[in-house]
């Protein structure tokens, strides 16, 4: 199957400039490019798809160009928000884009002859034109009655309290620019992003048309969202980030493993490798046994092993499953620290646990019980754990002996409610 067929049969083409496009990917090897935007330290899981499209790219025999916008992230691109954001100091930037850069390069091929990837950096030719030499050779092909009807500036320019400065106004003229420059320097003939790229993506195409009388191409991807219809890439904790400093491999693990049932199947073919056929029993399974979540164990193991690599990816697998399993006094500690790094602490001494604690007690001084009646009432009713094993005695205490490898201890109310209990010397 052709790189085209393949994208179009895992729901990853939004829109085409020419149908044309695909006979040019399956009968020739093309340069292609997509941007990516450095106002941030670290990329995020809402540019994985466009990262895959790439690597999906080179896989078929083409040239992946990925450009880091050292220039064009000075400006700040408005194509799908609301209201302006604040402008980035250049060193900032900087140390942004060295980080981005190095990113990318994981999931790319660089040695791979004819269709090695390339990093580039935009502020590389952007920051040598002159504005007079920038407004007299490429703004005089731009129409601004077709710039403002583009939907990324029009729905701006219809917000009357916040509107569009001029300075966002021009992004769509750099990205233009960017898009000729790769074509006369490397030969690209492909930019790819998503569909809100939509209008910047053909602004570009029709300069190399009117400059140089030459075709180039445009394909975008769909948005990815969630069931809700909000943005991709973002939980109850903020953006999931691909630096495991910002966004550990556990939680990113748990992000794609809370993945709705509606949107589940999406996200296995946008952000994964996984077969026709294992797709097809994966969808069976979210349809017929939706509470076993095989489609989302899947979905988790496979992104995480494509970012955090297969070791991690094991580890974090296990630590998932031992959080809810009796396996985790058998945990090494490394693993057992991913499980519960983000749960809530609770320290107590040495000498009370030495002793023995009684759980009424430790419920309570946990948090996970407001009085000790009411810690009663959850251990009667088969609500209190520790370290994974239902305790059903009220008068049950809790030793030095029930210490996990780790030195900790896990207790938990209920499915979900869990402290980590650690001992202080």
Request: proline share 3%; hydrophobic share 40%; charged share 25%.
């Amino acid at each position: 199957m052709g790189l085209y067929e393949e994208m179009k049969s895992r729901g990853l083409i939004a829109q085409v400039t020419d149908e044309n496009i695909g006979e040019v990917l399956d009968s020739s090897s093309i340069s292609a490019y997509i941007g990516f935007d450095p106002s941030a330290d670290s990329l995020h899981v809402g540019h994985l798809v466009q990262i895959f499209n790439l690597k999906r790219l080179q896989e078929h025999g083409h040239r992946p160009i990925a450009v880091a916008g050292g220039a064009t992230g000075l400006i700040g691109d408005p194509s799908g928000k609301s209201e302006e954001r604040s402008l980035l100091g250049s060193e900032v930037l900087s140390e942004n884009l060295i980080k981005i850069q190095a990113q990318l390069s994981r999931f790319l091929d660089f040695d791979r002859g004819p269709a090695s990837a390339l990093v580039l950096n935009n502020a590389d030719w952007l920051g040598k034109i002159s504005l007079i030499d920038f407004l007299r050779d490429i703004g005089k092909h731009f129409s601004v009655n077709q710039m403002v009807a583009k939907d990324s500036v029009k729905s701006r320019l219809n917000e009357r309290e916040q509107g569009i400065s001029f300075t966002e106004f021009a992004y769509m003229l750099l990205q233009s620019y960017d898009f000729l420059h790769l074509f006369d320097n490397f030969g690209c003939r492909l930019q790819m992003g998503a569909s809100d790229q939509w209008g910047n993506i053909t602004a570009g195409i029709e300069l190399i048309r009117k400059m140089r009388q030459q075709v180039a191409y445009g394909l975008t991807t769909p948005l990815i969202l969630k069931a809700d219809g909000t943005k991709f890439g973002k939980s109850e904790a903020g953006t999931i980030w691909i630096d495991p400093e910002k966004t550990s491999p556990y939680q990113f693990y748990q992000f794609f493993l809370r993945a709705e049932d509606e949107v589940v199947g999406g996200y296995l073919r946008s952000f994964t490798w996984i077969g026709d056929d294992e797709l097809a029993e994966l969808d069976l399974a979210t349809a017929r046994q939706p509470s076993k979540r095989l489609a989302q164990s899947a979905l988790a193991a496979a992104v995480t092993e494509m970012v955090h690599g297969s070791d991690m990816a094991k580890k974090v697998e296990a630590a998932s499953r031992a959080l809810f399993s009796e396996d985790i006094l058998s945990l090494p500690p490394e693993v057992l620290e991913l499980a519960t790094e983000d749960a809530p602490l609770h320290c107590i001494s040495a000498a009370s646990l030495a002793g023995g604690i009684a759980l009424v007690d430790l419920l309570c001084e946990a948090g996970l019980a407001n009085s000790k009646s009411e810690s009663r009432k959850v251990i009667a009713q088969g609500g209190a754990y520790v370290n994974n094993s239902r305790i059903s005695e009220i008068e049950a205490r809790v030793y030095t002996s029930d210490l996990t490898a780790g030195g900790v201890l896990l207790l938990r109310r209920g499915k979900k409610d869990y402290v980590v209990v650690k001992v202080q010397a």
